[in-house]
Each structure stands twice: as C-alpha cells, then as structure tokens.
C-alpha cells in the first residue's frame, strides 16, 4: 500500500499511514475495522482513533523489544 501510494504521487500520505495502521492494529489487537471509531453520539468530534486513544510506553529501557503499548477500543463488539 505505501509503495503504491508512492509509485501513485499521492499528495498527502495521512490516508495510506491511516489504512496500514488499521490493518496493523486490526491484526495485533484482534478486532474488527470497526471497533476503532468513535460512537457518533459521543462528545468528542473526532469519530476515529486519536492520539489520545493509544499510549505507548518503554518502561524497561529506550529498545524496541521494551515497547508497551495500551489502545482504547472503543466500539468492541460483544461490549456493552
């Protein structure tokens, strides 16, 4: 999808940086495309995933393999 959007000239990347987090996420979370957005009713007027939505952490020091990540999902299904 980046290669394509590079090959394309694709003027502004947040699309295709948005489209493979998603598919990133959706596989590591095991969730559904879904869960991710925002109820429309909620008082927030972002109805997608934020930054304040993920929180990433290197509690045991600066390496990759030391990367924690906590992400609000927001509509799961099954949750009430």
Known sequence: MFEGGLRN???NCEVTLSKITLIVLMAAL???AGDFP???FNEQPLPYL??????LKLPGGNQLENL??????WNEKGAE
Request: glycine letters at 4%; proline letters at 0%.
């Open 9 to 11: 000239d694709v003027l």
């Open 30 to 32: 095991s969730c559904r």
């Open 38 to 40: 925002r109820d429309l």
């Open 50 to 55: 934020v930054y304040e939505d993920i929180v």
């Open 68 to 73: 924690v990540g906590k992400f609000f999902i």
